[in-house]
């Protein structure tokens, strides 16, 4: 192991330093009146380092990660696109990034504009009325979405529509949010291809019935054909759509959830609109809602005035606060950079690309791993693992395996509608030469499965840390320095 290898605490040395203090401005005596056990006893334990130490620490850690900036990534689910570096530099334009919520409206007129035209370019792209943008992710916006649906039934005196429809192939936070909405979860069977079926729906649909979640296209990356009709059912039925946009790539700039009849949706601004995104944060899940539903929004809102000033407003119909201020402001910056940077004209191409990537994949591919549903997918599709299930070889090896060609693995063993899935997503924003590189791989590894199948098995092979002990990770998780420590001193003492 190399010196810069080391833990940053165990680099330091006594007396070692990059930075010095800035001389105290408030006077000796300034902190003279802080109570006692505010006062910090004891020196803080910091590593006393370098700068130069600092600097190659973590730029050596840095280099043993993955991510879009590295190489291709895959991950089915989670739209890992390019995210252009415009994004990150209006990000941090001092103007913005200097501003405190408290501050008077009129000296934050930029901030609530770019609030203000975000809002509108999602209401335009999803064809929907109005959206706020105080969620801070997508299962907040799920949260925040529900909470508009409930209120909208409790202003029409419907107390007894608590049932949210959710498919069976959903992702996971929607019927979490519903349960935490305090809304009751019913199950509606899918077909084999991940579609609603049409008639396990029907016999649901009753007085008590508050929506449905849906999203389409489906968890299996294929396009609900039966959409007007189900929307007719449920609103029929007296009950509302719930879209989870989360992952608006597919449809971006071709069709529009408020055009199939949904009512409510979030987007994921992280996902879609190209905000780094992984390690948990920070997001933005804006929720959007036809016109009739727009008064019940989480307060605060930002509204455009008469002589084109903006001002923060709060309303009585609105089912209250669902975050601090106005939601995670960089992130919005970020995605409303992206949508102007591309403009009205490529933002129509997003959808179809990112199609047209994952269907060229797809094709590719299936003579080696197996497709258990034909036709044209939309965003993303998924293999059920290698079509020779002779070799042993599972999806995980194969996911393994491609780290050591320098890919990132797609998402696996999700959706659980098949043993073995391997769920594949592009994005738009990957070369021809990406592509090709990677479906060679993938036949690479397919026939190494055939034979030299251990090699597979035994993947990775050339990644910094081997395959992991995931039990073992998840009964003894070692979360904390200290723990270490006291590890490798157990270590030592044997
Ligand atoms: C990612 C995702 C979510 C959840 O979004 P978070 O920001 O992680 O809370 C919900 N639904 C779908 C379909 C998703 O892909």
Known sequence: MKYYDNLIFELSRPGRKGYELPANDFGKDAFD??????????????????????????????????GVDTGFYPLGSCTMKYNPKINEEVAVIPEFTA??????????????????????????????????????????GELTGLMIMRSY?????????????????????NPASAMVAGLEVVEVKSKPNGSIDVEDLKPLLDDTVAGIMMTNPNTLGMFETEIMEIAKLVHEAGGLLYYDGANLNPLLGKVRPGDMGFDIMHINLHKTFSTPHGGGGPGSGPVGVTERLAKFLPNPKVKKNE?????IITSGDSLGS????????????KAYAYILTLGKENIRNVGPLATLNANYIKESLKDDYLLPIEGVCKHEFVFDGLKDKSTHVTTLNVAKRLLDYGFHAPTIYFPLLFHESMM??????????????FIDVMHKVAKEARETPEKVIEAPLTTLVRKLDETGAAKNPVLTYRHLLKENEKEAAK
């Open 322 to 333: 669902i975050s601090t201020f106005l939601g995670n402001f960089g992130v919005m910056m």
């Open 307 to 311: 002589d084109g000033t903006f001002s």
């Open 153 to 173: 039934h409790i202003a029409n005196g419907d107390t007894k529509r608590t049932k949210v429809i959710v498919p069976n192939s959903a992702h996971g936070t």
């Open 424 to 437: 594949i997503e592009p994005t738009e924003t990957e070369s021809l030469e990406t592509l090709d590189e």
């Open 33 to 66: 009146n802080l109570p006692a056990d505010l006062m910090r006893q004891e020196a803080a334990e910091l590593p006393e380092v370098s700068e130069l130490d600092v600097v190659r620490h973590y730029t050596n850690l840095s280099m043993k990660n993955f």
């Open 99 to 140: 501003i405190h919520p408290l501050q008077d409206e009129k000296s934050v007129q930029g901030a609530l504009e770019l609030y203000y035209n975000l809002q509108k370019a999602l209401a335009n792209i999803a064809g929907l009325y109005e959206f706020t943008l105080n969620p801070y992710a997508g299962a907040h």
